[in-house]
């Protein structure tokens, strides 16, 4: 295994965003078409935060929801803006970062995802996905 390998070498680049002023129902759309469970809030493409689907979770009852269901409540959605529900203070790597302290990052601070930033672009996200195929890559 190459302790040294990049961040690059795993990230997913095909990222499906948001930006603050989206509705949460469209997050919420996004999460269930997509099949994630983070999306990067950006403003052009600089990070703002990042909303999880877990986010949602907290505030509606989507977990009541059958993934396949079309209707959403947004009755509780039309309460919050997605910047009021996102985490503003948002960890990130540049896509040099090796995989090795990617795997420490996200082991120490229990993320499940962090976004990859470079020159403050946003370029690619991990996931604690990518890092587990990652490392069945290796047996």
Avoid at 24 to 49: S, Y
Avoid at 50 to 58: E, F, K, W
């Amino acid at each position: 295994m190459n302790t040294r390998e990049p961040v690059a070498s795993i990230m997913s680049t095909n990222i499906i965003t948001l930006n603050k002023t989206d509705e949460l129902e469209t997050a919420e759309h996004l999460f269930k078409k997509h099949k994630i469970r983070h999306i990067p809030v950006v403003e052009a493409d600089r990070i703002m935060g990042i909303l999880s689907y877990t986010d949602l979770l907290r505030i509606s009852f989507a977990d009541a929801i059958d993934e396949s269901e079309t209707e959403i409540e947004t009755l509780v959605y039309n309460m919050f803006t997605i910047e009021q529900v996102m985490a503003n203070n948002v960890t990130t790597v540049s896509s040099n970062t090796s995989i090795k302290e990617v795997a420490k990052i996200l082991s120490e601070k229990e993320f499940h995802a962090i976004p990859v930033v470079d020159e403050d672009h946003l370029v690619g996200i991990v996931t604690t996905t990518d890092l587990i195929n990652y490392m069945l890559k290796q047996f």
